[in-house]
């Protein structure tokens, strides 16, 4: 609930090109297919990205790129254990359901439902 709040504020607030010192305007930037919230100068065109997208950016990336994850035992079955930047990423909950694909014999995707 708190966390909702800072976020609206970031949105909310105002920023001033540094170079030309007028305000900047609201801007949905698309950069490798995710938007982005940023500011753009209309003078010169300089940009500011929202932290919070561009954080979401960096993680994309790093996913992209690929991390481990466990697999652990839950009595006849194996589970996955997703780190919780996964979890609040893709916004998983518990008891939902995630569709296995294949891709190959070497590849499994999950696809959120
Ligand atoms: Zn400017």
Redesign the pocket.
């Known amino acids: 609930m708190a966390k909702e709040k800072i976020r609206k504020d970031t949105w909310q607030a105002r920023h001033t ?6 305000p ?1 305007e609201k801007k949905k930037i698309i950069i490798e297919g995710i938007e982005i919230r940023g500011w753009e ?6 940009t500011v990205l929202h932290s919070e997208d561009a954080q979401k950016m960096l993680f994309l990336n790093k996913l992209k790129r690929g991390i481990k994850v466990k697999i652990g035992e839950l009595g006849q079955s194996l589970i996955i254990r997703f780190p919780k930047e996964v979890v609040d990423f893709y916004k998983i909950k518990k008891g939902e359901d995630l569709t296995l694909r294949a891709e190959d014999m070497k590849r499994i995707e999950l696809v959120p439902a």
């Open positions: 090109c540094t170079h030309c010192e007028i900047m100068c209309s003078k010169c065109k300089e």
